[in-house]
């Protein structure tokens, strides 16, 4: 069974920089496409990155240009660099793995709150 577990999340300032981390257990999830969500209370998740088995990559338009997702396959770790951050960024941030390829994420790490002060 995998797990995941996230972690980096924090107060920042507005304009500051994090790395989250998701680290994944009981499987290895090189080949499977891995994303990063974020929800705040009283909105859907949304979906800010995900990355695939080839290290392609995806991006929600309102976090393009600021938001970096990355793999370490070494470390069966997915990353989300986010600079510039804003004060609409603040949201707990989920680690998600595709592992039937289906096209949708089956797995769901608990989340790690990020929050901006302005």
């Known amino acids: 069974q995998v797990q995941l577990v996230e972690s980096g999340g924090g107060l920042v300032q507005a304009g500051g920089s994090l790395r989250l981390s998701c680290a994944a257990s009981g499987r290895t999830v090189s080949s499977y496409t891995m994303g990063w969500f974020r929800q705040t209370p009283g909105k859907e998740r949304e979906s800010v990155a995900g990355?695939?088995?080839?290290?392609?990559?995806y991006y929600a338009d309102s976090v393009k240009g600021r938001f970096t997702i990355s793999r370490d396959n070494a470390k069966n770790t997915v990353y989300l660099q986010i600079n510039s951050l804003k004060p609409e960024d603040t949201a707990v941030y989920y680690c998600?793995?595709?592992?039937?390829?289906?096209?949708?994420?089956?797995?769901w790490g608990q989340g790690t709150q990020v929050t901006v002060s302005s």
């Open positions: 990355i695939g088995w080839s290290g392609k990559t």
């Open positions: 998600a793995a595709d592992l039937r390829r289906a096209g949708e994420f089956d797995v």
